[in-house]
């Protein structure tokens, strides 16, 4: 998630920092939020997938790590924790999965206990394993017969659905898919047509979510009624490719219904052209929390944070084919958003040299006994074994409406 300075100097030369985005001016937030609990987790972990032959780097199979999404289960203090596509950053065939946890918080001590219960792995609605392996995407998009059944799968987020099916989005397609708790695929939604990544005859991407840049999070809300699923940049079509890297701030979200009919596209505005999302997460059934992260860690950190926003104003950009690359036109509200949580702030005690590089996932837990709601974040540490996967717990009061 590295930026050229030149091209950012041209942006900031236009006063970027102070413009009003749009209508997505960030605000400061109200609401109490403290940070009650954290673990860290070994990165040399192993999961309970009982698979420990080596992958095409000599890593394990079984490596636990890589968390990418987090969800609540309803019962008790059991989580999900959902592994991205594996370790060498989609260079071996993982075969992808999640795990069942105990996250067991003591609020007077401020540690959350740990308990790997369940890892299950993950396959098509034909029994296929689905692997994290870019040259298996690679190979889907080159494919000469349309159509040719998919099996590369790089998972993001996941939601757990009232039926205990699981929700998950997929960065490589993208896909969003319905997972039954076997880890099988049992239905697909359809994602419009401008979402899905396309190149030219010589290589190059000319459409959709860039290379690594999808769908990022998901969110349900409480009724059920409405999914929203967020990339985690702009379209290649509503930005600026510049010596690699797909380059604007309006990020185009596409909204479902409750029977995965996709129903109006929205625009959220990033902060930064250095940064990206990483997970949403329904508030209510207007507003929304997502994360926005850039790619360093430790000191070199600068953007970690949470945002509130609300998509009651936004307008619908679904005939829009292409969205300017930073100013939208006066025309166009984009969600409102305003400053949630900062995670570098001071106060939380897990920023600084501490700052973790990939804040990844969020959910919702069980309420605390005064009442206040419970906030978790996962890390992912990228299946390294020398950097520990994070969890944190935040209590929230005033959110609720």
């Not at 494919?143 to 929700?167: C, G, I, N, Y």
């Not at 207007?286 to 307008?315: N, P, Q, W, Y």
């Not at 930073?326 to 106060?347: C, H, N, Q, Y």
């Amino acid at each position: 998630m590295t930026c050229k300075t030149g091209l950012i100097r041209s942006f900031l030369s236009i006063g970027i920092a102070t413009l009003g985005l749009g209508g997505a001016a960030v605000h400061a937030a109200t609401p109490s939020i403290e940070l009650i609990g954290k673990v860290a987790i070994d990165g040399d972990r192993r999961d309970r997938s009982g698979d420990a032959k080596p992958l095409e780097d000599g890593s394990p199979s079984d490596q636990f790590g890589g968390l990418s999404g987090i969800e609540y289960t309803g019962t008790g203090n059991r989580f999900l924790l959902l592994a991205d596509r594996g370790a060498g950053d989609g260079k071996v065939s993982y075969q992808c999965r999640y795990h069942e946890a105990d996250l067991v918080l003591d609020p007077a001590t401020g540690k959350i206990a740990f308990e790997l219960k369940t890892t299950r792995m993950l396959s098509t609605l034909t029994g296929e394993p689905l692997v994290g392996s870019i040259a298996a995407h690679e190979k889907h998009l080159n494919a000469t017969v349309p159509h040719q059944p998919w099996t590369a799968f790089d998972p993001e987020s996941v939601r757990m659905l009232p039926d205990k099916s699981l929700l998950i989005s997929d960065e490589y397609g993208p896909h969003i898919v319905i997972v039954d708790e076997s880890g099988r695929i049992s239905n697909e939604f359809t994602v419009p047509d401008k979402f899905r990544l396309r190149s030219t005859e010589n290589g190059t991407f000319s459409k959709g979510v860039y290379s690594n840049r999808g769908l990022e999070g998901i969110a349900v809300t409480p009724s059920g009624s409405r999914m929203i699923a967020i990339p985690q940049s702009p379209l290649i079509q509503d930005a600026v490719i510049e010596n690699g890297y797909c380059m604007g701030l309006n990020c185009r979200c596409v909204v479902f219904d409750g029977n995965h009919n996709c129903i109006r596209e929205i625009v959220y505005q990033l902060d930064d052209l250095t940064s990206g999302t990483s997970e949403i997460l329904a508030v209510d059934e207007d507003r929304f929390l997502v994360l926005e992260r850039d790619g360093k860690a430790g000191s070199e950190a600068k953007t970690k944070k949470i945002f509130l926003i609300d998509t009651t104003e936004a307008t619908d950009v679904t005939d829009i084919e292409s969205l300017p690359k930073i100013e939208l036109p006066a025309s166009v509200t984009p969600a409102r958003k305003s400053l949630f949580i900062d995670l570098l702030d001071a106060k939380f005690g897990v920023g600084g040299e501490q700052a973790h590089e990939k804040p990844e996932g969020l959910c919702w837990g069980p309420r605390l006994a005064d009442g206040r709601r419970t906030l978790w974040v996962c890390c992912d540490n990228d299946f390294e074994k020398s950097i520990q996967t994070e969890i944190y717990c935040f209590a929230i009061d005033g959110l609720d409406r």
